[in-house]
C-alpha cells in the first residue's frame, strides 16, 4: 500500500524512506560478525549475569493495578543506576517479568499497555539518560551520550547500556523469582536489546520496536535526526572508530537470537532509518514483522496502529511462553 508520505509530513527535511520499498528493506543484509564478536558479548554477558543485583525498593502506591516501587540496583563499572519495579498485586504470582527499555530520551512514565496483567515489569533507564540517571556512569544525549567511549570497543557506552539490560533482569528475578523473561524496547531500546538479548537465555521471547544500531554500513552513509548523525559525523572525522561499530551492530548480534521475536519496522523515518531497522527484523531466525508506514512521527491511523501493535505484543509474549515441542 502507498502512503501520501510527502502529504503527512510536510515539514520534513528529507525523504525518510530514503528511497526504499517494503522488497527493498527485506532484501538488506544484516553485517556478518567480525572475528570475536561473540567471545566479546558472551564474556561482557558471564560477567553481569551473575553479579547481586543490591536492591534498594522505595514504594510508590499503586498505578494500573499493580504495586510499584523505584528501585536502585547495582551495575557493572561499580554503578549504581535506578529504575523501576511494577508487580500484581492481591497475591497474585507473576507469570512472567518484562524487562521494559526505552528510547534515547530516557523515560519518565510507566507504561503498561504491551505487557499481560500478571506481568512483573522492571523499567530499567539506561546509564546517563533519563531524569532518574541522568549522567551516571555517561554524558547526556545532547552532550555526546552516543560517542561516550567510543575509542575502544570494551568502553563504549553502548555495551554497557546492553550490560545494564542483563542487570535489568537480575534485579527481576531477585525481586520476584526466577520467571522467564521477556523484553520491550522501542528505538533505543529496540537496539540496545537486540545487542544483549541473544546471549541470555532467561529471556524467551522480545519485541523490538523501530530498533535503533543496525546496519551501520548503511547508516553511516544515511543523514538522519537521530543520533546516529553524531556516529555518522563522528566516523566521517575518525575513521578508525568503524572497527569499534562492528562489535555494536544490532544486525549482527540479531543473527545469533534463538528466541521468537516481534520486529515492528517502519517504511518513514528520519530518525531511524529503514534499511537499518528491517537489517536486524532480516537477521532474526523465529521472526514476527510487523511493517509500520511511519515511525518517529505522527500519521493518520496511528492510534490504530497502536492499539493494534499492543494486542499482538500481548500474544507474541503468550506465545513465548508455551513450551518449544
Known amino acids: 500500500m502507498a502512503h501520501p508520505y510527502a502529504e503527512w509530513f510536510p515539514d520534513a527535511v528529507r525523504d525518510g524512506t530514503y528511497g526504499y520499498h517494503l522488497d527493498s528493506l527485506r532484501a538488506v543484509e544484516p553485517i556478518a560478525p567480525r572475528t570475536g564478536f561473540e567471545d566479546f558479548w558472551r564474556s561482557r554477558y558471564a560477567d553481569a549475569v ?6 534498594v525498593l522505595t514504594p510508590l502506591g499503586h498505578r494500573a493495578g499493580r504495586e510499584v516501587f523505584e528501585v536502585e540496583h547495582a551495575v557493572a563499572g561499580g554503578l549504581r543506576l535506578r529504575g523501576w519495579l ?39 533507564v539506561a546509564r546517563g539518560l533519563g531524569a532518574l540517571n541522568a549522567r551516571v556512569g555517561a554524558p547526556l544525549p545532547e552532550e555526546g551520550h552516543v560517542l561516550f567511549g567510543i575509542e575502544s570497543v570494551a568502553d563504549y557506552v553502548l555495551g554497557w547500556c546492553a550490560a545494564d539490560l542483563w542487570h535489568a533482569a537480575n534485579v527481576l528475578q531477585e525481586l520476584v523469582g526466577e520467571v ?41 552513509q544515511l543523514p538522519c535526526e537521530g543520533s546516529g548523525e553524531l556516529v555518522r559525523e563522528h566516523v566521517a572525522q575518525h575513521p578508525e572508530a568503524r572497527e569499534v561499530l562492528r562489535f555494536f551492530d544490532a544486525s549482527t548480534a540479531a543473527l545469533f537470537a534463538r528466541i521468537p521475536v516481534r520486529a515492528e519496522c517502519a517504511l518513514w523515518d528520519g530518525v531511524v532509518p529503514p534499511p537499518g531497522q528491517f537489517a536486524v527484523a532480516n537477521a ?10 511511519a515511525g518517529h512521527a505522527e500519521y493518520p491511523g496511528l492510534e490504530e496502529t497502536l492499539t493494534r501493535c499492543h494486542a499482538a505484543t500481548r500474544r507474541h ?6 513450551p518449544t515441542r
Not at 50 to 55: F, L, Q, S, Y
Not at 118 to 124: E, I, L, N, Q, R
Open 317 to 322: 509474549i503468550e506465545t513465548s511462553l508455551r
Open 86 to 124: 511494577a508487580r500484581p498485586v492481591d497475591g497474585v504470582s507473576p507469570r512472567v517479568g518484562v524487562v521494559f527499555g526505552h528510547g534515547y530520551g530516557g523515560r519518565d512514565a510507566l507504561d503498561f499497555d504491551r505487557v499481560p496483567d500478571d506481568a512483573a515489569v522492571f523499567f530499567p
Open 180 to 220: 522467564p523473561l521477556y523484553y520491550l524496547g522501542e528505538s533505543f531500546g529496540g537496539g540496545i536489546g537486540a545487542l544483549a538479548v541473544p546471549w541470555d537465555d532467561r529471556f524467551v521471547g522480545a519485541t523490538l520496536i523501530v530498533p535503533s544500531f543496525g546496519q551501520y554500513d548503511l547508516r553511516l
Open 50 to 55: 551473575g553479579a547481586p543485583a543490591d536492591a
Open 284 to 293: 532474526l531466525a523465529d521472526l514476527d514483522l510487523e511493517v509500520l508506514p
